[in-house]
């Protein structure tokens, strides 16, 4: 392949999806252009021109945000749209179909409270892609809903004018160079407040990686590095910018005061002073908050990669087996999480009339507890003692018949013995593996010392059954166990026992 | 134990279920306890485990809920029918079954939140229509006196006979009330404020971060819970 046309599948595949995603903030407008207004009360109002509207709407935005530095709330939204579409359009229509016009209006720049999404094919992956963004955003405020322009709607409004360069705090600082240079102070005030404005949407967009990031630490993680990239790599640039313009104020103020420039003049350069500084305040704050920003990312990648196991809920999935189940009263369960507590404890009228005939305490009469035989309970556990007991009982005393008939005894034969008796069910009770394992605890067993002294579960059993024994035949049965670990015992699927070997001592 | 830490655990404990906010804007000194101090959050996780509590953090503010069941803090379904305004069962669960597909529309699944930020009766009428269609269907399909009581075909039949608005009110100006389909969404939407969970402005509801917190992290939590009480593993539904 040529070189050339190397380049230029690099160019359209690797740049794609960048591109796309600085068209984003261009979308909400053309979308808002095309058709807002011809759809509403039958084109009525189509003359109005959502272009212009939404410009406007904008520049008020960061008027009242970044210049002022408060936030709108829809009264004064509501002010501002009614007084241009007098001014602008002429509007003559009354209160009420004003009212709605600009509510329609705002529902369309707000897009109903969704953002605009925009969907484009990124060729790297080869998958469909939807970008968001948003031109107005709204918060919760003390008691009220405050809207601001969000720094996709800056961005976008700033480039319409404007073109980009690698920072825009930059550029607007050597404007003002020459603008102090020229004696212009005026306009110099003009170019704080543009910086001014790129501050806050800087500080607008970290506060919305903030959000991604409690969203989709992913997309928050991808967002934060453009952002580091981009916006603030021109820090230290911009901060050395800023010393070189209030410098170059501090001189022209010098200046101003050895040539008695005109009071207005001055007050222009005090003003100027006084902006550059806040300016300056402000450019600080901005890289405070990106350092923190950096901070909290780190947790937040923490928390998410602790959490990253957790699966999540589907709603839908949940209300489909409810009412595949069709039980409303599952409902219940489903929703009275989300309510608040209940703190207020009221009291029922039933028990009113309670108290009207509570007697007083000799009046009283105790509770009538009728006569009745008490319950034994016996617990689940109890009853499994009883029959391991008596299972073990059970196979003792084959071992002991035996080993009175016999002075020597291994466990393969004792097996055959016991299978010939209790049959094969014998290999699948779980009794019987735990009487050998109970067994193989000692080498030695003494069965008179054992009936006035048990020492374990099984010794207890041994002495019941000695006690019991009327003839008293094990009384003075005494036998060791000598263990044959290399024998095998096969149990076929059941896996195998080792051999022992039972020696009846005297008698 | 020292006595400031347990001072402070009891002092979180009290906002908290008074409903005052406890986070980094409000209570800070108190909400840096929670956060730093591990004493004061050991006390007050225990106090909240046995009143059978869930404290969940979101966006720097703590939330409680009682979760379901919850005899002391919780609401009774009539308690519930009083404070939304309701006369009849099956009128309070219908306003359950609005409630949920309120979530339906913030939320597919609790770990992704659809950016929405607001939304109106007409789009819970909807999302609400959508979700009883398969009920409605089986309505259809039966003579009116086979509908089991608690079936979800008496939320369908409940829910299909309201007008959308009564007849002599136009939507504007229409009241919160049980007669009609917008009247009764806007009558649990009222008690959503009530919970602070949403918050109303010129007729759209804008969700709240303790909805969310609610919405995000309870459900999760209680994912397999929830799973087999709808299964019908865990207990049975006449609580």
Not at chain 1, 15 to 41: A, G, I, T, W
Request: hydrophobic share 35%.
């Amino acid at each position: 392949m040529r070189t050339e046309s190397h380049i230029l599948i690099h160019d359209i595949i690797d740049e794609h999806e960048e591109r796309m995603v600085n068209l984003k903030k261009f979308y909400p407008f053309f979308r808002l252009c095309d058709h807002s207004l011809n759809q509403f009360r039958e084109g009525r109002y189509e003359r109005i021109d959502m272009g212009y509207v939404t410009m406007a709407v904008l520049r008020f935005f960061i008027e009242e945000n970044s210049f002022n530095d408060r936030k709108v709330i829809y009264r004064d939204y509501e002010n501002f749209l009614r007084e241009l579409l007098v001014r602008d359009f002429d509007f003559e229509e009354d209160e009420d179909a004003s009212a709605a016009l600009i509510q329609y209006i705002f529902d369309k720049l707000t897009n109903e409270g969704r953002p605009f999404y925009f969907e484009y094919y990124d060729p790297k992956k080869r998958c469909m892609k939807q970008g968001r963004t948003r031109l107005l955003e709204s918060s919760y405020q003390e008691g009220e809903i405050c809207y601001s322009i969000s720094s996709d709607g800056i961005e976008f409004y700033l480039e319409t004018k404007e073109t980009k360069e690698k920072s825009r705090i930059s550029i607007q600082q050597i404007l003002l160079e020459k603008m102090i240079c020229s004696k212009n102070f005026r306009g110099g005030v003009d170019v704080i407040r543009r910086i001014n404005s790129e501050v806050t949407r800087l500080m607008l967009q970290q506060g919305e990686i903030v959000t991604l990031l409690s969203h989709n630490i992913f997309e928050g993680m991808e967002a934060l590095e453009t952002f580091s990239k981009k916006g603030l790599q021109w820090f230290d640039e911009e901060q050395k910018l800023f010393d070189t313009n209030l410098e170059l104020v501090k001189k022209a103020l010098l200046r101003a005061r050895e040539e008695h420039y005109q009071p207005q003049t001055m007050e222009e350069i005090y003003y100027l002073n006084q902006e550059l500084k806040k300016a300056m305040d402000r450019h600080e704050a901005l890289l405070k908050t990106c350092t923190n920003l950096q901070v909290q990312a780190d947790e937040m990648m923490l928390k998410a990669k602790r959490s990253r196991f957790r699966r999540t809920m589907d709603f839908s999935d949940l209300l489909r087996k409810a009412m595949e189940k069709d039980d409303i009263r599952l409902l219940e369960a489903m929703t009275s999480p989300l309510f608040g507590l209940k703190i207020r404890k009221t009291f029922q009228f039933g028990r009113l009339e309670d108290l009207m005939t509570c007697r007083s305490e000799d009046e009283e009469t105790g509770e009538a507890i009728p006569a009745g035989d008490e319950e034994t309970y016996v617990f689940e556990d109890e009853t499994e003692e009883v029959r391991i007991r008596h299972n073990h009982r059970l196979l003792l005393k084959i071992l002991f018949d035996l080993l009175l008939q016999r002075k020597s005894l291994t466990l393969s034969e004792l097996h055959y013995f016991y299978v010939m008796k209790f049959t094969d069910t014998i290999l699948r009770n779980g009794d019987y593996y735990a009487f050998l394992v109970h067994l193989s605890q000692k080498d030695y067993y003494d069965l008179a010392h054992i009936r006035d002294d048990p020492d374990t579960f099984l010794e207890e059993v041994m002495a019941e059954l000695v006690r019991g024994n009327r003839d008293k035949e094990y009384e003075d049965l005494k036998f060791i166990l000598e263990f044959l670990p290399e024998e095998r015992i096969d149990l076929g699927e059941r896996g195998y026992l080792t051999n022992i070997r039972f020696e009846r001592q005297g008698m | 134990m020292d006595h400031g830490n347990l001072d402070k655990a009891m002092e979180i404990f009290t906002l908290l279920i008074v409903g005052e906010e406890v986070s980094s804007a409000q209570h800070v000194d108190l909400y840096e306890a929670y956060q730093n101090n591990s004493e004061v959050y050991d006390i007050l996780m225990s106090i909240l485990k046995k009143s059978n509590l869930s404290l969940y953090e979101f966006g720097s503010s703590l939330y409680v809920t009682a979760g379901d069941g919850n005899r002391v803090f919780g609401f009774t379904n009539d308690e519930l029918k009083r404070v939304i305004g309701l006369r009849l069962n099956r009128e309070l669960y219908l306003a359950y079954f609005i409630i949920y597909n309120i979530i339906l529309l913030f939320y597919q699944d609790s770990g992704t939140f659809s950016y929405t930020d607001y939304v109106r009766c007409e789009e819970v009428i909807t999302q609400t229509d959508s979700s009883m269609q398969k009920a409605l269907k089986a309505l259809h399909g039966q003579a009116l006196n086979a509908v089991e009581e608690n079936s979800f075909q008496t939320l369908a039949s409940l829910w299909e006979d309201m007008p959308l608005v009564p007849s002599n009110e136009d939507m504007a100006s229409l009241k919160a009330a049980r007669g009609s389909k917008t009247g009764f969404v806007k009558l649990v939407f009222n008690f959503l404020v009530s919970q602070d969970l949403f918050f109303e402005s010129q007729g759209r509801y804008y969700v709240k971060p303790r909805f969310r917190a609610l919405a995000e992290n309870y459900y999760e939590e209680n994912r397999g819970r929830l799973y087999s009480i709808v299964t019908g593993g865990d207990r049975d539904a006449s609580y």
